[in-house]
């Protein structure tokens, strides 16, 4: 059981983790995102417990809304309208998945 404080250092620049690295008999933070490095302040021990195997990582992507995709009325009507039958279908489909049990 660790009982000792574990402090998270986050990159100025871009707000990513930054994780220790030994250069030239120093220890310094560097952003595993941006690259940016700052020499460790203190004689803070740092180690790293555990390490993901690269075949059992997880691959994650970051989606963002986009805001210039501007449909016309009838676009609109006609995705309002596919969204209706959607809807409608799926409830359809659960009334008789539930009627067949």
């Known amino acids: 059981m660790y009982c000792g404080v574990i402090m998270v250092v986050f990159c100025p620049k871009c707000g990513s983790i930054m994780v220790p690295t030994r250069k030239e008999g120093a220890v310094y ?8 490095e700052v020499k460790s302040e203190g004689s803070r021990k740092y180690d790293i417990k555990h390490q993901v ?11 963002s809304e986009a ?3 501007k449909l016309s009325p009838e676009d609109r009507e006609m995705l309002r309208e596919y969204y209706e039958i959607f809807l409608e279908e799926f409830e359809r489909s659960e009334t008789e998945e539930q009627e067949s049990e």
């Open 29 to 36: 933070l560097k952003c595993s995102k941006c690259g940016y």
């Open 67 to 69: 805001r210039d995709t």
């Open 53 to 63: 195997e690269s075949s059992k990582r997880v691959l994650t992507a970051t989606t």
